[in-house]
T-cell receptor
């Protein structure tokens, strides 16, 4: 069965510093991978996705993620964090198993300090 | 234009009551979902419908009954509410394996 692990429950970075949020997945085939962001009191919004092709994918708001099959990882990065990036970030893996199902990680809460 | 909308946004009720949450999407998507997000922000799929047909039904108490009158609507009815049902419930929609679009959530509090 597929699963997603986000090892960091929360991370604090200074505004302007770089960011990397970790994600590891478990899935037997090539996965569909996603990163979503949830601002307080809001629903989730897609940042980026990987289905196939170039393993470095660009997303909205200056985010990017790199798929590394050998490490079963899909880490999210941003070169310079803005205060408005403070939110909850979810990594997710999708699979077609008698209906498309997305499994979400537990989330990483990002705090940005001035 | 709101892509995925849910009503109500907040729902406070007593244990044992029956309540419904409504969801509508205007994106023309074929698939709709219900998720439950607990107090630790863990997001778990409950149901998935494709063109009004139930395709995913996770281990959810049968007090929860989804209904899809058409492919733009997916409602969630909950009977005999329990304290543990308190959570934020999200509706979402997607087209095949593409990204999911989430509604703003319904915060259910059972007293």
């Amino acid at each position: 069965a597929q699963s997603v692990t986000q090892p960091d429950i929360h991370i604090t970075v200074s505004e302007g510093a770089s960011l990397e949020l970790r994600c590891n997945y478990s899935y037997g085939a090539t996965p569909y991978l996603f990163w979503y962001v949830q601002s307080p009191g809001q629903g989730l919004q897609l940042l980026l996705k990987y289905f196939s092709g170039d393993t470095l994918v660009q997303g909205i708001k200056g985010f990017e993620a790199e798929f590394k099959r050998s490490q079963s990882s899909f880490n999210l990065r941003k070169p310079s964090v803005h205060w408005s990036d403070a939110a909850e970030y979810f990594c997710a893996v999708g699979a077609n198993t008698g209906g498309f199902k997305t499994i979400f990680g537990a989330g990483t809460r990002l705090f940005v300090k001035a | 234009d709101t892509a995925v909308s849910q009503t109500p946004k907040y729902l406070v009720t007593q244990m044992g009551n029956d309540k419904s949450i409504k969801c509508e999407q205007n994106l023309g998507h074929d698939t709709m979902y219900w998720y439950k997000q607990d107090s630790k922000k863990f997001l778990k799929i409950m149901f998935s419908y494709n063109n009004k047909e139930l395709i995913i039904n996770e281990t959810v108490p049968n007090r929860f009954s989804p209904k899809s009158p058409d492919k733009a609507h997916l409602n969630l009815h909950i009977n005999s509410l329990e304290l543990g049902d308190s959570a934020v419930y999200f509706c979402a929609s997607s087209q095949d394996v593409e990204e999911q679009f989430f509604g703003p959530g319904t915060r259910l509090t059972v007293l």
